[in-house]
C-alpha cells in the first residue's frame, strides 16, 4: 500500500476510519453543522458529520441549507478556519497565584492530545503549510503552535463543487489536494452507491488505510473522481492575474482605489479572523478583584485595530484606509518578501464573511486598470437581511 495509490472505500467504513484514528489516540476534529453553519469541532461518531447540508457563498452573505444529498461533504468551506486548532483564539500563557507569602506560576506546558483533521480542502493545506512556514520554520519557532501541530494526521476531502467566492485555481492552490495530507478522500455518489476513492499520502496514511482493508480502486472510477475535481476547477469563476502582483501594489501605494474601499471598510477585522493563514497576536494581563490571582493570555489580534499598530506615541496607521492597505499589500506583496510565497490561499472566506462584501479579487483587479470595485456587493436590503 504505496504512497500515491488509490483504493475505494464505502461510505458506511468511513465510521470505521474515524474509529480507527480514536483507537490510535487521535482527538478528530472535523465538520458538523451548528447554529446555522458549517463548523470544525471534535467529532464522536460519523452521524457528526454534515450529511446533506451545503452551503450557498457569495460576498457577504453564507447561507447553509439542507439539498436531500447523502453526501458528507457537500458544502465547500467552513464557517471557521483549521487554524484555531493550531494556532488557537486564545491561550493561557501563565497564571500567578498568591498564596500567603508566597507567588505560585503555572505555566500552560502541557502538550494537547494529538489530533486528526478530517475534511481538509486543498486550499486549507495550502493555509497549514503557509502557517508551518511562518510560526515553524523560521527565526522564532512559536511553541504553542509546535505542540499542537506535532503528530497531527491531516485526511483531505478534494473539492466536487466550487463557491462563487473561491479563487483557488488563480493561487495555484487548490481545488485539487496534490499534498500535504496523509491519506485524501473523494466522495461520488453516482448509481454505482456512495462511495469514496482514497489516495494515500504517506507512510502513516498508508498503515491507518491498511486496517481498513480496502479494495483497489479500478481505473475508471479513479478517472470519475479526477474528473469531478477538473470540473469543479472550471466551476471557478472569480481570478486574480498574479503575475507581478507584488510589484503592482507597491506601484499603487497611493492609488485613488485606497480611500473607495475605505469608504466601505468597517474595520471590523472579519476578514483576518476568518483567514485561514491571518497568525496575528496579542497578550494581555489580567488579575482578580483580590488581587491574588493574576494571567497573562495570549489572544489573536488583527490589524484593523487602530491600536494593533501602537508604538510610543500613537497607532501608527489611524485610518482605515491605511488599515485596508497594509493588510492586502501584505496578503499579496510583503509576505512574499517576508516567506517567499503570497499569504493568500484563495478560499474566498474574506469576501463571504465581510459584512459589507468586500471582494479582494475586485480589488486587486482595479489596480490591474479595472472599474472601480463595486461597492461591497450587497444592497441596503441585502445587508440588513
Given at each position: 500500500m504505496g504512497v500515491g495509490t488509490h483504493y475505494l472505500l464505502d461510505a458506511a467504513d468511513l465510521g470505521r476510519l474515524i474509529t480507527a484514528l480514536q483507537d490510535r489516540g487521535y482527538e478528530v476534529i472535523g465538520p458538523q453543522f451548528r447554529d446555522g453553519a458549517i463548523v470544525y469541532d471534535t467529532l464522536e461518531k460519523v452521524e457528526d458529520l454534515p450529511a446533506g447540508w451545503v452551503d450557498e457563498q457569495a460576498p457577504g452573505r453564507y447561507r447553509a441549507s439542507r439539498n436531500g444529498s447523502k453526501a458528507y461533504f457537500g458544502y465547500v468551506s467552513g464557517a471557521q478556519s483549521w487554524k484555531r486548532v493550531f494556532h488557537p483564539p486564545q491561550t493561557c500563557l501563565v497564571q500567578v497565584q498568591k498564596e500567603g507569602a508566597e507567588l505560585r506560576l503555572k505555566c500552560e506546558s502541557a502538550a494537547p492530545a494529538k489530533v486528526a483533521l478530517l475534511g481538509v480542502r486543498a486550499c486549507e493545506l495550502a493555509a497549514i503549510a503557509i502557517q508551518d512556514r511562518v510560526l515553524l520554520e523560521d527565526r522564532y519557532r512559536d511553541p504553542v503552535y509546535a505542540a499542537r501541530r506535532q503528530?497531527?494526521?491531516?485526511?483531505?476531502?478534494?473539492?466536487?463543487?466550487?463557491?462563487?467566492?473561491?479563487?483557488?485555481?488563480?493561487?495555484?492552490?487548490?481545488?485539487?489536494?496534490?499534498?500535504?495530507?496523509?491519506?485524501?478522500?473523494?466522495?461520488?455518489?453516482?448509481?454505482?452507491?456512495?462511495?469514496?476513492?482514497?489516495?494515500?499520502?504517506?507512510?502513516?496514511?498508508?498503515?491507518?488505510?491498511?486496517?481498513?482493508?480496502?479494495h483497489k480502486a479500478l481505473a475508471k472510477t479513479v478517472k470519475q473522481a479526477e474528473a469531478a475535481v477538473d470540473a469543479t476547477a472550471k466551476a471557478i469563476t472569480k481570478h486574480v492575474d498574479t503575475a507581478g502582483l507584488k510589484e503592482l501594489l507597491y506601484q499603487n501605494f497611493e492609488h485613488p482605489e485606497w480611500d473607495n474601499v475605505a469608504k466601505r471598510c468597517l474595520s471590523c477585522g472579519n476578514c483576518t479572523l476568518a483567514c485561514p493563514t491571518c497568525f496575528c497576536i496579542t497578550v494581555e494581563d489580567t488579575s482578580d478583584v483580590t488581587l491574588t490571582?493574576?494571567?497573562?493570555?495570549?489572544?489573536?489580534?488583527?490589524?484593523?485595530?487602530?491600536?494593533?499598530?501602537?508604538?510610543?506615541?500613537?497607532?501608527?496607521?489611524?485610518?482605515?484606509?491605511?488599515?485596508?492597505?497594509?493588510?492586502?499589500?501584505?496578503?499579496?506583496?510583503?509576505?512574499?518578501?517576508?516567506?517567499?510565497?503570497?499569504?493568500?490561499?484563495?478560499?474566498?472566506?474574506?469576501?463571504?464573511?465581510?459584512?459589507?462584501?468586500?471582494?479582494?479579487?475586485?480589488?486587486?483587479?482595479?489596480?490591474?486598470?479595472?472599474?472601480?470595485?463595486?461597492?461591497?456587493?450587497?444592497t441596503d436590503a441585502e445587508r440588513v437581511a
Amino acid at each position: 500500500m504505496g504512497v500515491g495509490t488509490h483504493y475505494l472505500l464505502d461510505a458506511a467504513d468511513l465510521g470505521r476510519l474515524i474509529t480507527a484514528l480514536q483507537d490510535r489516540g487521535y482527538e478528530v476534529i472535523g465538520p458538523q453543522f451548528r447554529d446555522g453553519a458549517i463548523v470544525y469541532d471534535t467529532l464522536e461518531k460519523v452521524e457528526d458529520l454534515p450529511a446533506g447540508w451545503v452551503d450557498e457563498q457569495a460576498p457577504g452573505r453564507y447561507r447553509a441549507s439542507r439539498n436531500g444529498s447523502k453526501a458528507y461533504f457537500g458544502y465547500v468551506s467552513g464557517a471557521q478556519s483549521w487554524k484555531r486548532v493550531f494556532h488557537p483564539p486564545q491561550t493561557c500563557l501563565v497564571q500567578v497565584q498568591k498564596e500567603g507569602a508566597e507567588l505560585r506560576l503555572k505555566c500552560e506546558s502541557a502538550a494537547p492530545a494529538k489530533v486528526a483533521l478530517l475534511g481538509v480542502r486543498a486550499c486549507e493545506l495550502a493555509a497549514i503549510a503557509i502557517q508551518d512556514r511562518v510560526l515553524l520554520e523560521d527565526r522564532y519557532r512559536d511553541p504553542v503552535y509546535a505542540a499542537r501541530r506535532q503528530g497531527a494526521f491531516l485526511i483531505a476531502v478534494q473539492c466536487t463543487q466550487a463557491a462563487s467566492t473561491c479563487f483557488c485555481t488563480s493561487m495555484n492552490t487548490g481545488p485539487k489536494a496534490a499534498s500535504g495530507f496523509d491519506l485524501a478522500l473523494t466522495e461520488l455518489i453516482d448509481e454505482e452507491g456512495h462511495r469514496f476513492v482514497v489516495e494515500v499520502g504517506s507512510q502513516a496514511g498508508a498503515e491507518l488505510l491498511a486496517e481498513l482493508k480496502p479494495h483497489k480502486a479500478l481505473a475508471k472510477t479513479v478517472k470519475q473522481a479526477e474528473a469531478a475535481v477538473d470540473a469543479t476547477a472550471k466551476a471557478i469563476t472569480k481570478h486574480v492575474d498574479t503575475a507581478g502582483l507584488k510589484e503592482l501594489l507597491y506601484q499603487n501605494f497611493e492609488h485613488p482605489e485606497w480611500d473607495n474601499v475605505a469608504k466601505r471598510c468597517l474595520s471590523c477585522g472579519n476578514c483576518t479572523l476568518a483567514c485561514p493563514t491571518c497568525f496575528c497576536i496579542t497578550v494581555e494581563d489580567t488579575s482578580d478583584v483580590t488581587l491574588t490571582r493574576a494571567e497573562r493570555w495570549r489572544r489573536w489580534d488583527s490589524c484593523f485595530v487602530q491600536n494593533f499598530s501602537y508604538i510610543h506615541g500613537g497607532s501608527v496607521r489611524m485610518s482605515p484606509k491605511s488599515r485596508y492597505r497594509q493588510w492586502l499589500t501584505h496578503k499579496l506583496a510583503s509576505w512574499v518578501d517576508q516567506f517567499g510565497t503570497f499569504g493568500c490561499v484563495g478560499c474566498g472566506r474574506c469576501i463571504t464573511w465581510c459584512p459589507v462584501g468586500i471582494d479582494i479579487t475586485e480589488e486587486v483587479a482595479v489596480f490591474r486598470g479595472g472599474a472601480t470595485a463595486a461597492s461591497g456587493g450587497l444592497t441596503d436590503a441585502e445587508r440588513v437581511a
